[in-house]
């Protein structure tokens, strides 16, 4: 069964810190740039940050640019989105997405995505 799978998610205070993994099974990711999304309540879903499939081009969203960090370890098949200095507006359930295709640049969340996790909810609150 070809899937993503996300986890890292929960509950932090603002300031705090979490680091949520997006693994697959099923398939590689050595050939597929990767996107994180995240949708907040009664809000779109918004492109947060991608990385290309050598990890040699990251991109990011203009909110986040400074507090997340996006890295990739090929050998475990795995992305991760490191989330630093976190803020209530960054409540949201967040995503994983897949496509094997060079689209991690400005436009990186227009594309349409093979492989989407099922989401783990991040919510920053006091």
């Known amino acids: 069964q070809l899937q993503l799978v996300e986890s890292g998610g929960g509950l932090v205070q603002p300031g705090g810190s979490l680091r949520l993994s997006c693994a697959a099974s099923?398939?590689?990711?050595?050939?597929?740039?990767i996107t994180w999304f995240r949708q907040a309540p009664g809000k779109e879903r918004e492109g947060v940050s991608c990385?290309?499939?050598?990890?040699?081009?990251?991109y990011y969203t203009e909110s986040v640019k400074g507090r997340f960090t996006i890295s990739r370890d090929n050998a475990k098949n795995t992305v991760y989105l490191q989330m630093s200095s976190l803020k209530p507006e960054d409540t949201a359930v967040y995503y994983c997405?897949?496509?094997?295709?060079?689209?991690?640049?400005?436009?990186?969340?227009?594309?349409?995505?093979?492989?989407w996790g099922q989401g783990t909810q991040v919510t920053v609150s006091s």
């Open positions: 997405a897949a496509i094997p295709d060079a689209v991690c640049g400005s436009d990186y969340y227009l594309r349409a995505y093979d492989y």
């Open positions: 990385i290309s499939s050598s990890g040699g081009r990251t």
């Open positions: 099923g398939f590689t990711l050595d050939y597929s740039d």
